[in-house]
């Protein structure tokens, strides 16, 4: 059988076929170069059509990793796919998801373990990186927190999966009048595995030539 037998070979090709088919021209170039991690990552060159962000999204997420800012994750998914190398300032990589502690605070006020999880974000909410990418819940609850207390992270990677509250959380963000920074992907799609693409991107884009390093 004839096929490519070297990763770099793989590599070259791949993004090159993603090019050649995904419509990127309304982008920016740093946000472009995220997208087609995206695209990459979900195997659907329509995923860039339903990507919705806010233009300086992406340098003003790189710029607070570049100053040490924190990742916050909605889930352990997420949260094992990020390439700590990759990483400006070896920043920390927060999930709280496993604290045993949620499945009663969820219990008692009746909410989600993902909502439960958001809250304890609040000391180093300020300033962070935002990535959810499984719960429509978090995303819904991480508007609440910040509409309460006026903390806001740099940026949101805001791409929950699902049937149930995913489109719906996501338009949240996208109509938000609380001036945070977002990407997201409109609808049902989504998922760890683009959110974790757009955020290695994120950390890889170099800020003043505005490059990214190949995997």
Not at 64 to 91: E, F, H, K
Not at 97 to 112: F, M, Q, S
Not at 180 to 198: N, Q
């Amino acid at each position: 059988m004839n096929y490519l037998r070297t990763g770099a070979e793989i590599y070259e090709e791949s993004f090159r076929i993603i090019r050649d088919e995904t419509d990127l021209a309304r982008f920016p170039e740093d946000v472009s170069r995220v997208v087609v991690r995206m695209v990459h990552a979900a195997g659907a060159t329509d995923i860039a059509d339903d990507v919705a962000f806010t233009p300086a999204v992406v340098a003003r997420a790189n710029a607070a990793l570049r100053a040490g800012a924190a990742i916050l994750c909605d889930s352990s998914m997420v949260a094992t796919g990020i390439i700590t190398s990759r990483l400006p300032r070896s920043n920390d990589v927060i999930c709280h998801i496993k604290d045993p502690a949620l499945a009663e605070v969820a219990r008692r006020e009746g909410i989600t373990k993902t909502m439960a999880a958001v809250d304890l974000w609040l000391p180093r909410l300020e300033g962070a990186v935002v990535a959810i990418g499984n719960a429509p819940t978090a995303l819904f609850r991480l508007l609440e927190v910040v509409r309460a207390t006026g903390v806001r992270p740099a940026a949101v990677v805001g791409i929950p999966v699902g049937f149930v509250g995913a489109a719906e959380s996501k338009e949240a963000l996208a109509a938000n009048d609380l001036g945070l920074e977002y990407l997201v992907v409109r609808g049902r799609r989504g998922g760890s595995a683009m959110t974790v693409a757009a955020v290695n991107a994120i950390a890889s884009t170099d800020e003043l030539t505005n490059t990214s390093r190949q995997d």
